[in-house]
């Protein structure tokens, strides 16, 4: 290139760089005003509904057209095909797998550790035959013994360990979530932002988070929580009362959730709200009730 040439080639391009922090401004308001407000994706975990069989239960799923299922981690291998056949033709997927598995990541004892991370690895190859968006898990409960030190080395190891867990995740097509509880269930992770920066920390796109409305009492605003999170981190939610975890609705008042839903409609959160709670009324009618609700609260939001 003769040096005339290259000046020309290179100022065309200066002048490019000058223009690109305003077309970049012109393309983010375009975005916010063309932003899609996701549907709510809702998904039951297997105790939900009612019905004696799988089948039972997903047809009254689908009369509610709840679109996410969420099956327990526990024999999860040897439950691949019966799952399978039974979504076969529904217009419902496995939205995130729950624990199941043994021992736990931050055990002080090796036997303990070493079970957790065969166990858990079988149920995240099983996820990702399933398509499921994760395996939900809990770093360590409160009651969970020997257990690390709540020290900067345990976090740096944690980071490490679910680096590796992350990466296998991948592997298989799938992830796995860290669940926050709150400082009575498990002092480790108690904020959806905690969960978040872990996440981060741990380098692995297999390693996200998740927020449950029935943990998230220690959060100050359920709106930052999700937030904190974005759509980078955040793979999942559940959803319970929030007096005394049973179906949305049957606390009264104590039940909006339109300050969370906010955050994921502005935030475009298009994976699962799964139900993980108790009734205390005849399924029949709770069931429905909350749905229509959560449905209500959606649009509100
Ligand atoms: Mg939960």
């Not at 005003?33 to 019905?51: A, C, K, R, T």
């Not at 669940?179 to 480790?188: G, S």
């Not at 709770?286 to 749905?291: G, L, M, Q, R, S």
């Given at each position: 290139m003769k040096r005339r040439q290259f000046m020309q080639t290179t100022l065309a391009g200066m002048a490019?760089?000058?223009?690109?922090?305003?077309?970049?401004?012109?393309?983010?308001?375009?975005?916010?005003?063309?932003?899609?407000?996701?549907?709510?994706?809702?998904?039951?975990?297997?105790?939900?509904?009612?019905?004696?069989?799988?089948?039972?239960?997903?047809?009254?799923?689908?009369?509610l057209g709840i679109v996410g299922f969420e099956p327990g981690g526990r024999g999860l291998a040897g439950r691949v095909n019966e799952i399978q056949d039974a979504l076969k033709n529904r217009n419902i997927k496995v939205s995130a797998i729950c624990a199941g598995f043994d021992g736990f990541i931050l055990a002080e004892d090796p036997?303990?550790?070493?079970?957790?991370?065969?166990?858990?690895?079988?149920?995240?190859?099983?996820?990702?035959?399933?398509?499921s968006t994760g395996v939900i898990f809990v770093p360590a409960f409160n009651g969970q013994k020997p257990c690390l030190p709540h020290t900067i080395e345990?976090?740096?190891?944690?980071?490490?360990?679910?680096?590796?867990?992350?990466?296998?995740?991948?592997k298989c097509g799938t992830t796995v979530i860290?669940?926050?509880?709150?400082?009575?269930?498990?002092?480790?992770?108690?904020?959806v932002s905690d969960a978040a920066a872990i996440a981060r920390?741990?380098?692995?796109?297999?390693?996200?988070c998740m927020g449950d409305f029935w943990h998230m009492q220690e959060e100050t605003s359920d709106y930052a929580a999700f937030m904190s999170a974005g759509t980078k981190y955040l793979q999942h939610v559940h959803i319970a009362s929030r007096g005394r975890r049973s179906m949305p609705g049957e606390d009264g008042e104590k039940d909006d959730y339109r300050d969370g839903f906010r955050a994921l409609?502005?935030?475009?959160?298009?994976?699962?709200?799964?139900?993980?709670?108790?009734?205390?009324?005849?399924?029949?009618?709770?069931?429905?009730?909350?749905?229509?609700?959560?449905?209500?609260?959606?649009?509100?939001?």
């Open positions: 490019g760089m000058a223009v690109t922090p305003m077309a970049f401004a012109s393309c983010a308001a375009n975005k916010k005003e063309n932003i899609v407000v996701p549907d709510l994706n809702l998904s039951f975990q297997e105790g939900i509904p009612p019905g004696d069989s799988l089948s039972e239960k997903l047809d009254f799923m689908e009369s036997e303990v550790k070493a079970n957790f991370d065969s166990s858990i690895r079988d149920i995240v190859a099983a996820a990702g035959e399933l398509g345990t976090r740096e190891y944690l980071c490490e360990q679910l680096h590796e867990l992350g990466e296998y995740a991948v860290l669940e926050p509880l709150n400082r009575r269930e498990c002092f480790y992770v108690r904020l920390d741990s380098h692995s796109e297999g390693v996200k409609k502005e935030m475009g959160y298009d994976k699962y709200v799964t139900f993980e709670c108790g009734s205390q009324g005849d399924r029949r009618e709770t069931v429905p009730a909350a749905v229509e609700l959560l449905r209500a609260q959606w649009q509100e939001a």
